[in-house]
């Protein structure tokens, strides 16, 4: 069965849960999980205005290069990216970038490194309450290799494979109860190379809705390994710079697939 979702509207005639319509949002949107980075990600583009603030996950939208652009918090886990990617679907978004941070899997990924994600491990729940696991989650090969250009143009090399999304930070995280190291092996050894909370949700409902481009690229803390009890990405000192650069990297991404064509209704 073709799976569709129901247009859910606020009495403003905004979309029930992100609260924003048609008129809020641009083509390409940039989905930060964390809210405070989006004013962060919304001062590098040539103009930015914020449209809404909804269960506290703003969104701003403007102009970068004359091409229509937002960035919208979806929160974390894929339950919140889930209902972010089907309301966003209903008001014409068309690329969705997820722009986070992310623990490697493997020790020879440095701290401060990006990650494109081609794929995800469906190790959360939400994407299971859609279709079967065995369905794949698999990143749109347009934002992919877009991706992986501008990060060579910002003389950048990035790290391309597959992550593993979760849903239990606690159980597999530099904040881990004991037997992480056993959870996260089997990963590490079939070089999975980082771990996060929502691509594989992204990827899997940007599939079964038809017509979206999704990705994702992510700014590493160092490995799990060596970072357990610590987290090593907001607390960089380098942390600002790093996120310019992100979004300079998605930004540009963003420009690349504007001149595409539209994936079709498939």
Known sequence: MKYESVRLENPEGKLWHIGVNENDIGKHVILPGDPARCKMVAQYFDSAEC????R?????????HDVDVSVMSTGMGGMAVAVCVEELKHIGAKTLIRMGTSGALQRDIPSGSFVIATGAVRGEGA???YIPAEYPAIADI???CALRDACHEFGVEPYLGIVRSHDAFYLESPGAHEGWEER???????????????SATLFTLGSLLRGLRTGTILLTGPSLYEAHGRMGTMNDPDYPNKVKLLTQITLRAIEKIDKLPELKQR
Do not use: C, H, M, R
Request: glycine fraction near 6%; charge should be neutral.
């Open 184 to 198: 996260i092996k089997p990963w590490t050894d079939a070089n999975v190379l980082a771990i996060e909370n929502e």
């Open 51 to 54: 449209k809404a603030v909804s």
């Open 56 to 64: 506290g996950n703003p969104v701003y939208t403007g102009k970068f």
């Open 142 to 144: 347009d934002v992919v």
């Open 127 to 129: 994407s299971k309450q």
